[in-house]
């Protein structure tokens, strides 16, 4: 830090000798100089005896700088495809009725989208379903990146951005049994997978690891929990 600027000037008086100036002049630099050096070191006495005490990261207690999710590559839609079971979740207003199970359908269609169909057990045992699309986003240098939009905004709507949101696979095995979901955002995660219920085991680990990229996992709700308001 930069406690201010020093820039001494020195007068010579034209009513002394010049050899009296000149002496003048030379104890008023090396004040000058010792005073700069005496702070110069002072500020660095301070700044260590900080960096001593002080823990090293973001002031004020702001949140230790997360890497960008990555989705993962490539991701072939036409094996994505199909019915998925929700097995866990971090709380939405979206899901904040279902009570029961949660599915999600992909169906491919001509144009290169996705029909996205959801559908949930709410209580009283009705089920509450949702239709939408589904579209590839691009990403240089990851040809077939899992990166999507999905919108459940009417078709008329598809112009404006905000109807439009986040779905990347962030986890997938190789036999497209088992998936993680979520947004770059970490505000929304699912597990999914092919069976109606998971062993606990799967989805611990799944969950785990989405711990380990930033997700707050420990404010997942099973799927069939009632979620919290």
Known sequence: MSFYNHDPMLVASTSRPVARGASVGTLATAFAVGGAVALVALGTARAAARSAVEPVGPADGAPLMRAPLQAVAPVDLVRYAG????????????????????????????????????????????????????????????????????????????????VWGDYWILKLDRDYQVALVGTPDRDYLWVLSRVPQLDEAAISSELEYARTLGFDVDKVVRTGQTQAS
């Open 83 to 162: 019915l998925w079971y929700e097995q866990a979740r971090l709380p939405n207003r979206f899901e904040k009725q279902c009570a029961g199970p949660v599915t999600a359908e992909y169906t491919p269609l001509p144009d290169g989208t996705v029909q996205v169909r959801n559908q949930c057990t709410v209580s009283g045992g009705t089920t509450d379903e949702s239709v939408g699309i589904a579209r590839v986003v691009r990403v240089p240098g990851q040809p077939g990146a899992g990166q999507l939009k999905v919108r459940f905004a009417p078709s008329w709507l598809g112009w404006v951005p905000m």
